[in-house]
């Protein structure tokens, strides 16, 4: 059973930082695409960020480049997001999402597309007071 357990969320202030955390048991990171996402009150779930496990291929939208860092530990089967300068307007539940690469080769695929996922974390808060 794949499991993706989200952390490192929380309220911090507006221009903080924070690292969230995405560790994934029952799936191998050879090769699958983890994407983070997010959703605010009132909003559409929005694709932040993506990278391969694979070749470490990274992905950001432009509402959130210069100021979200998308890592790996293969090791560790965990994906982090990095997030600088917060702004009030981060508010939201972060969500992990991965899907097995080999899924992909015959479809049409945006890596910011929720249906492009399998398998979703719980999500983890995160509140940026101004």
């Known amino acids: 059973e794949v499991q993706l357990v989200e952390s490192g969320g929380g309220l911090v202030q507006a221009g903080g930082s924070l690292r969230l955390s995405c560790a994934a048991s029952g799936v191998t990171f050879d090769d699958v695409l983890i994407g983070w996402f997010r959703q605010a009150p009132g909003k559409e779930r929005e694709g932040v960020s993506c990278i391969r496990s694979s070749d470490g291929r990274i992905y950001y939208a432009d509402s959130v480049k210069g100021r979200f860092t998308i890592s790996r530990d293969n090791a560790k089967n965990t994906v982090y997001l990095q997030i600088f300068s917060l702004k009030a307007e981060d508010t939201a539940v972060y969500y992990c999402?991965?899907?097995?690469?080999?899924?992909?080769?015959?479809?049409?695929?945006?890596?910011?597309?929720?249906?492009?996922?399998?398998?979703w974390g719980q999500g983890t808060q995160v509140t940026v007071s101004s």
């Open positions: 999402a991965v899907v097995a690469a080999w899924k992909l080769r015959r479809r049409n695929w945006v890596w910011s597309f929720s249906s492009t996922y399998d398998y």
